[in-house]
């Protein structure tokens, strides 16, 4: 797209939309942030972003509203996504959306292959920014054993009995509590079940457990398929939750009650911007005749202005359009988040504020692979 200034719509104007909207009208677009609900923009939205009352499941008004956008970035709940990607695609308005559902991005990559435009699902942190350091991970090495991935979003101070406060989206949390997750095995791709698989796992002197969770890994299993021999996400939790979760979802059968399931969380888990992101990746392969070891550990801490998951999300969010934008993502069809190197992430606007507000205590930090990236 010629020229860097766009009319950008953001849908939905919840913790993560909301800052998505300010990062890219910082950078100069013309940004409308839109949402269903009057009383969440007015409470969301920045003094100087104009909004729009616009229901994205209201086919005929969201076609009105994007014949005049250039790129919109859904931050809506998953199940929303696959009607807002058709209508991009009929009004030629590019797309990009932070879905972690496997069935909606398989949807949206099939009416992608037709498509005058980009659509380029599962931006922002997990699927999103850790695809950019799995894939870059795995570069690193002549052969690949073993890349594991794990990311955390959580409270700061954990007060209640899930050990967890929800600091994005309800339903793709339970989405991903839920679903079939996928791992590479053998060099293969396969499902493992969510919940299990559960690891205990010490960062800086913090007790976490880790397991698997759908929707990770977004496309990157396929990618890396007969690449890698053995690949895999899970979440990072405070020790407990998985069993907790386990006896809500399962034991008592609400995975198939998600209304009552959404009840509890809200309920029991209310938002803090008092949170926590931990990034760990790790890979073992042979390099330079020799099986080694390497690694990326990255922490963000949420202040009372920015939640941490918001800024990792928006940033990873923000960071694609950027690349988009500059021509250094595809311009048309179905776009991974595996097409961005970690370089090229890296020096947009929003990756180097993921530099800038990352703590780590290894050398191999996000500081060190931008220095490096800068040097080359």
């Known amino acids: 797209m010629a020229g860097l200034q766009k009319n950008i719509a953001v849908l939905g ?13 910082a950078q100069g677009h013309r940004v409308t942030l839109a949402d269903a609900s009057r009383a969440r923009l007015a409470s969301n939205a920045g003094p100087a972003i104009p909004t729009r009352v616009v229901d994205a499941a209201d086919h005929d008004a969201l076609r009105v509203f994007l014949a005049g956008q250039d790129i919109v970035v859904s931050a809506c709940p998953y199940f929303l996504n696959n009607g807002i990607a058709r209508v991009a695609v009929e ?28 659509l380029v699902p599962q931006c922002g942190l997990a699927p999103g920014f ?79 457990e880790a397991f698997n969770t759908s929707g990770g890994l977004g496309t990157l299993t396929e990618t890396l398929a ?8 899970k979440t990072l939790r405070y020790p407990g939750h998985a069993e907790i979760m386990k006896l809500l979802l399962q034991g008592l059968e609400l995975a198939g009650d998600r209304d009552t399931m959404r009840r509890i969380l809200d309920r029991a888990a209310p938002f803090t911007r008092r949170d926590v992101v931990v990034i760990f990746v790790t890979g073992v392969g042979e390099r330079n005749g020799r099986t080694e070891e390497d690694s990326i550990v990255l922490r963000y801490d949420g202040r009372p202005e920015l939640g941490a998951i918001q800024l990792t999300t928006a940033a990873g969010c923000v960071a694609m359009v950027e690349l988009f934008l500059l021509g250094k ?48």
């Not at 947009?348 to 931008?370: H, I, M, N, P």
Request: glycine content about 8%.
């Open 91 to 118: 009004t030629g308005t590019h797309y990009f959306d932070l879905t972690e559902d496997v069935a909606t991005t398989a949807y949206i990559r099939e009416i992608a292959a037709s498509a005058e435009v980009a």
């Open 13 to 25: 104007a919840g913790q993560i939309g909301a800052v998505i909207a300010g990062m890219l009208a």
């Open 130 to 208: 850790i695809c950019v350091l799995g894939a870059d991970m795995a570069a690193r090495f002549e052969t690949v054993k073993t890349i594991k991935m794990r990311v955390g979003a959580l409270p700061l101070y954990p007060t209640n009995a899930l050990r967890y406060n929800v600091t994005w989206s309800v339903d793709g949390l339970i989405n991903e509590y839920c679903n079939p997750c996928e791992i590479i095995l053998d060099g293969r791709p396969v499902l493992v079940p969510p919940l299990e698989g559960v690891d205990s796992v010490m960062i800086d002197g913090v007790a976490y």
């Open 226 to 233: 007969g690449k890698v021999r053995d690949m895999s996400y």
């Open 329 to 376: 993502l595809p311009d048309r069809g179905f776009v991974r988040q595996e097409d961005a190197s970690l370089s090229n992430f890296l020096s947009t606007r929003a990756g180097s504020r993921l530099v800038k507000e990352a703590r780590s205590s290894e050398t191999s930090d996000l500081v060190g692979l931008a220095s490096k990236r800068a040097a080359a």
